[in-house]
């Protein structure tokens, strides 16, 4: 093993329930009177993209929205939940971080969400984790094709200068896994609080947390 890709935010730490809660305070400032509730929330998780839920919710309610627009609302009050909440690390990713950075493996966090989401999470979780952990971190403007299309692991891997068998994807929901998947990297499932029950399958392993010796023994079968 000579790299490891941590996937979507929620894969370091779990924003999942803040990202509802934004969803939901943008259509209030929008006038809209929906309200996505957790179980709700939970099946639309297993399609990736938050504007093409707004858009896809709309055509279901019947209703003709500014999807962007509103999608831009729910990131500002994301980002400033970012601020205001006590995010932190999920259990093993600064352990597995530090161990994997000791034996001289690279670490990337391969993305596609808005750079000042990434920016003020890296903020709020310092000094456990910090930018200059990672070797590359990938954003919304990396690639044109967002997961599951496999172009944020291939360009990842090609900037990295590493080969899909000496690295492991870690990934947090279907679109993540299926985007490793496709880039031919072995994936391993680590489900947030909000896909926690959602079919990963085809995931190489499922876990609930990450510990670095394990990691390793896996990669070693």
């Known amino acids: 093993m000579s790299a490891i890709l941590f996937g979507s935010i929620s894969t370091i730490s779990d924003t999942s329930e803040l990202q509802r809660q934004a969803f939901n305070q943008a259509f209030k400032a929008h006038g809209l009177n929906w309200c996505w509730h957790r179980a709700e929330y ?3 998780l297993e399609n990736s993209g938050g ?17 962007e627009a509103i999608h831009r609302s729910k990131s500002e009050f994301f980002q400033n939940s970012l601020t205001e909440s006590q995010v932190k690390p999920r259990f093993g990713v600064v352990e597995t971080i530090q161990r994997a950075k000791s034996k001289g ?16 999470l890296m903020a709020a979780l310092q000094p456990s984790i910090q930018v200059a952990d990672f070797d590359l971190i990938l954003n919304a403007d990396s690639v044109d094709r967002p997961k599951p299309d496999k172009a944020a692991y291939t360009f ?7 080969q899909p068998d000496d690295c492991i994807a870690i990934e947090d929901n279907l679109s993540g896994l299926e985007s490793a ?26 876990v609930d ?9 896996f990669l070693a079968t």
């Open 156 to 162: 990842a891997l090609a900037s990295l200068g590493e």
């Open 105 to 120: 493996l690279k670490i990337a966090f391969v993305t596609t969400t808005a750079q000042g989401n990434i920016s003020l």
């Open 181 to 206: 998947i496709a880039a031919g990297l072995d994936c391993i499932a680590f489900p947030n609080e909000n896909t926690a029950d959602h079919d990963f399958k085809r995931a190489n392993h499922l």
């Open 42 to 44: 939970l099946t639309m």
């Open 209 to 217: 947390q990450l510990n670095f010796e394990e990691l390793q023994k």
């Open 51 to 67: 504007q093409n839920r707004i858009a896809d919710y709309a055509d279901s309610m019947g209703q003709t929205v500014d999807a």
